[in-house]
């Protein structure tokens, strides 16, 4: 009954976990089953547990969202990895598996999002990663760049209108389909931008 309480505190009201992803805005929507919510001095790390059954939309700090239609993720163990297979048939994920979201700041000003572990998506599946950013909102410029691990960001090419960067700027919202984790941030007020394979 206290663990039902707790968890029903953090939910539906502003517990320590609620705060940190924005207090009065839902933790952990249908499908999502929160883990942690931890502040450090590198950002706010965000985990959750993702289910291929329901999938889910999770609430990260500082107001961004991800959202995985059902059996979306593809199963780490058995699938490739990597520039060449992001297009690449794989195995659905057919277990829960945990996943942590740390937010914060880049040099530049605009949020950054680094996602662990490292996981791919079924071609054809949607997710989408919402950032929230007021200036990058109203800037049609900004795109959603892919971070990464220990390399440049950069603008991935995006043949099909679904993965083209989208701006809200009523909600201060930038968002589009992505196909693989890692890192995401934000690049504004540039005309020429670079691509990957």
Same mark, same amino acid.
């Given at each position: 009954m206290r663990e039902y /309480? %707790?968890?029903h505190r953090v939910l539906t009201g502003c517990g320590v976990a609620a705060?940190?992803?924005?207090?009065?805005?839902p933790v952990a929507p249908r499908g999502a089953v929160p883990? =942690? $919510?931890?502040?450090?001095?590198?950002? !706010?790390?965000?985990? &959750?547990?993702? +289910?291929? *059954?329901?999938?889910g939309s999770f609430e990260l700090a500082? %107001?961004?969202?991800?959202? &995985?239609?059902?059996? #979306?993720?593809c199963d780490p163990l058995v699938s490739s990895y990597g520039v060449t297979e992001w297009d690449q048939p794989c195995t659905p994920? =057919? *277990?829960? !598996? $945990?996943?942590? $979201?740390?937010?914060?700041?880049? $040099? +530049? @000003?605009h949020p950054r999002v680094d996602f662990s572990p490292s996981l791919r998506f079924v071609p054809g599946s949607e997710v989408v990663l919402y950032l929230r +950013?007021?200036?990058?909102? #109203?800037? /049609?410029?900004?795109? !959603? %760049?892919?971070?990464p691990d220990g390399s440049a960001c950069v603008t991935e090419a995006a043949p099909l209108p679904s993965y083209v960067t989208k701006r809200d %700027?009523?909600? @201060?919202?930038?968002?589009? #389909?992505?196909?693989? &984790?890692? @890192?995401? /941030? !934000?690049? #504004? @007020?540039?005309?020429?931008?670079?691509? +990957?394979?």
């Open positions: /309480t %707790q968890l705060l940190l992803v924005a207090c009065g805005e883990l =942690s $919510a931890a502040l450090s001095s590198t950002g !706010i790390t965000t985990s &959750f547990v993702y +289910d291929p *059954a329901v999938g500082s %107001q961004h969202r991800i959202t &995985f239609a059902p059996g #979306a993720v994920l =057919s *277990a829960p !598996i $945990a996943i942590s $979201a740390r937010s914060y700041t880049a $040099a +530049d @000003g +950013d007021k200036a990058a909102a #109203a800037d /049609t410029t900004a795109v !959603i %760049q892919w971070c %700027q009523a909600l @201060g919202m930038v968002y589009r #389909a992505i196909k693989h &984790f890692s @890192g995401y /941030t !934000i690049s #504004a @007020g540039r005309t020429s931008l670079s691509y +990957d394979l």
